[in-house]
């Protein structure tokens, strides 16, 4: 059960692998997407694993297609999407979660987004970095599904973050205070870095995006 997976895509696999949590796991199952430019075992997706493993959560970290070739150009949303439910059908039945989780790293955030909008049956969406908008483009907002999601959201961002301006991101939730649950990481950009003039270390950003999940995913066990 611990993995490697091989999950088949269409006419294509990917890899998956599934880690328990390293302490007082209590059933809850995150499915962790990785980045447009990161991976599967990309340091920021591992330091993330081992943080919520070590907050009593299951966590699946997987490839998208493209990865797997490997290549650096991201598969289209329709495919990214087609593998990212794959994974979690997959895991679903090899664990049997208490609860499920899905959500990831900035585009592997915003592909359990489109998921869940779409009526993909998951307990809740944790978002780390979501990309409201391209780099340099805040004009070109990636929030017209969201307000189809039925599920609680977490989502973290920086006040640093290139890809989420925080006066847009403060009006979209807005909208969506039914299920939107926003964190502001002080002084953490995209990548959940911060600079020395900020008297933060990235450990500290790391701790705080742990200590937020954890509550939150709490009080998810108790209202499901």
């Not at 297609?65 to 994974?87: I, Q």
């Not at 059908?89 to 915003?110: D, F, N, Q, W, Y």
């Not at 009006?171 to 939107?180: A, E, F, I, P, T």
């Not at 995209?190 to 937020?212: C, M, P, R, W, Y």
């Amino acid at each position: 059960m611990g993995g490697p997976w091989r999950i088949k895509v269409g006419e294509e696999q990917t890899t998956a692998v599934f880690e328990p949590a390293s302490r007082n796991g209590h059933g809850t199952l995150f499915i962790l997407a990785h980045g447009a430019g990161g991976h599967r075992d990309d340091r920021g997706m591992l330091v993330l694993s081992a943080e919520f493993r070590s907050r009593g959560m299951d966590v699946v970290r997987f490839n998208f297609l493209y990865r797997e070739k490997p290549s650096a150009r991201p598969d289209r949303m329709p495919l990214l999407e087609d593998c990212m439910a794959s994974v979690i059908e997959h895991a679903r039945r090899e664990i049997t979660p208490k609860l499920l989780v899905i959500g990831g790293r900035s585009m592997g955030g915003r592909v359990a987004s489109m998921l869940a909008a779409d009526g993909f049956a998951c307990d809740g969406l944790l978002l780390l970095a979501y990309p409201l908008h391209p780099a340099g483009k805040p004009e070109k907002l990636r929030d017209a599904h969201l307000e189809q999601i039925r599920v609680p959201v977490l989502c973290l961002n920086g006040t640093r973050d290139a890809l989420c301006r925080r006066e847009l991101m403060e009006q979209v939730s807005r909208r969506l205070s039914g299920v939107w649950t926003m964190h502001w990481l002080e002084a953490a950009d995209h990548g959940f870095h911060v600079t020395k003039a900020s008297g933060l270390s990235d450990k500290d950003v790391l701790q705080q995006i742990g200590e937020v999940s954890s509550a939150w995913e709490s009080g998810l066990r108790k209202r499901c």
